[in-house]
């Protein structure tokens, strides 16, 4: 026992405790006046969202260029953008934090204190200082990070396994599954591209929630090591919130960003918020998107996976 030590943790988490508090109340009650705000001024108008003097203004995207060998990317095809586009860091390598904050406003028309939340979480859940530190894109791919399973445009990490069922040994290997959260799923992304059911095939809330119930059976299926906590489970929806907001679910313009990770020509945000896209706005989508979702009710997720432990009373041990 050291009761110095004790006591020194025991105040740093206090403080951090106090800290994390004040701060979380003052950006939430930031957010809510810059939403009051939105909703009596004017959008921005039409070729105007991205602020005149930077890249995009117009729609006049910087270059795009694909990720060479040895530049990092991660499973998030926003953040791949704009690396792929040099609105940040090319190569994907040792980008500041606060770097982060400025360009996804700039680029997507988040709001001041939704880019925070973004950027600082992630330094947060890598462990790192939001104000000082750096990071590599493919940092964000440890497992359960920002990557999860039953993502709507990756496949799981690979797990092998191996079990027993009656008499039959099953060796395994979780099939279809990538170590590589930066490689395109092309399967998938068409997949979700051909499910639009609103006008011109173009992608809908619905269809969005569909597709993530449909992924999580079949993730939950094929990975024995399956997991989505209540936060990863929103984070999807949230991605999924970003088709319908950000890119107004338009296949055209999709396309490109999820097959390629690349801006479209003459693209802009289709949220033209005067102070940039709230949290608050963002999550009258989230939500219903995610509560929209029939497998987490009708029994789906509980069941799926069990047929792998069928006469486990009849396990043998594999020599």
Same mark, same amino acid.
């Given at each position: 026992?050291?009761?110095?030590?004790?006591?020194?943790?025991?105040?740093?988490?206090?403080?951090?405790?106090?800290?994390?508090?004040?701060?979380?109340?003052?950006?939430?009650?930031?957010?809510?006046?810059?939403?009051?705000?939105?909703?009596?001024?004017?959008?921005?108008?039409?070729?105007?969202?991205?602020?005149?003097?930077?890249?995009?203004?117009?729609?006049?995207?910087?270059?795009?260029?694909?990720?060479?060998?040895?530049?990092?990317?991660?499973?998030?095809?926003?953040?791949?953008?704009?690396?792929?586009?040099?609105?940040?860091?090319?190569?994907?390598?040792?980008?500041?934090?606060?770097?982060?904050?400025?360009?996804?406003?700039?680029?997507?028309?988040?709001?001041?204190?939704?880019?925070?939340? *973004? @950027? %600082?979480?992630?330094?947060?859940?890598?462990?790192? /200082?939001? +104000? =000082?530190?750096?990071?590599?894109?493919?940092? $964000?791919?440890?497992?359960?990070?920002?990557?999860?399973?039953?993502?709507?445009?990756?496949?799981?990490?690979?797990?092998?396994?191996?079990?027993?069922?009656?008499?039959?040994?099953?060796?395994?290997?979780?099939?279809?599954?990538?170590?590589?959260?930066?490689?395109?799923?092309?399967?998938?992304?068409?997949?979700?591209?051909?499910?639009?059911?609103?006008?011109?095939?173009?992608?809908?809330?619905?269809?969005?929630?569909?597709?993530?119930?449909?992924?999580?059976?079949?993730?939950?299926?094929?990975?024995?090591?399956?997991? *989505? @906590? %209540?936060?990863?489970?929103?984070?999807?929806?949230? /991605?999924? +919130? =970003?088709?319908?907001?950000?890119?107004?679910? $338009?296949?055209?313009?999709?396309?490109?960003?999820?097959?390629?990770?690349?801006?479209?020509?003459?693209?802009?945000?289709?949220?033209?918020?005067?102070?940039?896209?709230?949290?608050?706005?963002?999550?009258?989508?989230?939500?219903?998107?995610?509560?929209?979702?029939?497998?987490?009710?009708?029994?789906?997720?509980?069941?799926?996976?069990?047929?792998?432990?069928?006469?486990?009373?009849?396990?043998?041990?594999?020599?």
């Amino acid at each position: 026992m050291h009761p110095t030590i004790i006591f020194r943790r025991l105040l740093l988490g206090l403080v951090s405790t106090v800290k994390d508090l004040v701060t979380n109340a003052t950006l939430y009650l930031l957010d809510f006046f810059l939403t009051l705000y939105n909703l009596v001024a004017p959008n921005k108008p039409k070729g105007h969202v991205i602020p005149e003097g930077h890249p995009g203004f117009g729609g006049k995207w910087p270059e795009y260029t694909p990720p060479r060998n040895g530049d990092s990317r991660c499973s998030c095809p926003a953040l791949n953008a704009m690396a792929n586009h040099g609105l940040i860091a090319r190569d994907g390598k040792n980008i500041k934090f606060t770097d982060l904050y400025t360009a996804i406003g700039r680029v997507y028309n988040f709001s001041p204190a939704f880019c925070y939340v *973004l @950027a %600082s979480n992630a330094a947060g859940l890598l462990v790192r /200082n939001y +104000s =000082t530190d750096r990071l590599d894109l493919s940092d $964000l791919d440890a497992h359960n990070c920002i990557e999860h399973d039953a993502s709507l445009f990756r496949e799981c990490v690979r797990v092998s396994v191996i079990w027993v069922v009656g008499d039959l040994a099953a060796t395994g290997v979780d099939s279809y599954d990538d170590p590589d959260q930066g490689k395109i799923c092309e399967p998938l992304v068409e997949e979700l591209l051909s499910s639009g059911t609103g006008p011109d095939g173009n992608l809908t809330s619905n269809d969005v929630s569909r597709l993530l119930g449909k992924r999580r059976v079949e993730a939950k299926r094929q990975n024995p090591k399956f997991s *989505l @906590a %209540s936060f990863h489970k929103m984070f999807g929806s949230f /991605n999924g +919130s =970003t088709l319908i907001v950000v890119f107004g679910g $338009l296949v055209k313009d999709l396309r490109a960003f999820l097959t390629e990770e690349r801006l479209p020509d003459g693209w802009e945000p289709r949220t033209r918020r005067r102070m940039g896209l709230t949290m608050l706005e963002f999550n009258c989508t989230v939500f219903p998107m995610e509560l929209s979702i029939k497998e987490e009710v009708d029994g789906s997720m509980t069941g799926v996976g069990q047929e792998r432990y069928a006469g486990a009373s009849d396990t043998k041990k594999i020599d």
